[in-house]
């Protein structure tokens, strides 16, 4: 699962809207949407403000366990 599909989870989990998110952000709404419909770059630092007002420590988004190309689940 890529980022912004994992960011764009997390936020439908906490309840919280996209312009409440650019609210607080100063994100523009546009971009978020784009952004976790994967239809736009999600850059770093908006990662971060977006996790600041959702509740989420970027610690814990775990970004890098995704799965190589080609890997399969079950591979032994």
């Known amino acids: 699962m890529k980022a912004a599909e994992k960011m764009k989870t997390l936020v439908e989990?906490?309840?919280?809207?996209?312009?409440?998110?650019s609210e607080?952000?100063?994100i523009p709404?546009?971009?978020i949407s784009r952004s976790l419909m994967?239809?736009?770059r999600l850059p770093a630092d908006e990662m971060i403000l977006?996790?600041?007002?959702?509740?989420?420590d970027l610690g814990d988004f775990?970004?890098?366990?995704?799965e190589p190309q080609g890997a399969r689940k079950?591979?032994?």
């Open 38 to 40: 994967g239809k736009r």
């Open 50 to 56: 977006i996790c600041n007002v959702i509740g989420v």
């Open 62 to 66: 775990d970004l890098l366990q995704e």
């Open 13 to 21: 989990s906490k309840g919280v809207s996209y312009t409440f998110i």
């Open 24 to 26: 607080k952000t100063g």
């Open 74 to 76: 079950d591979s032994a």
């Open 29 to 31: 709404v546009n971009a």
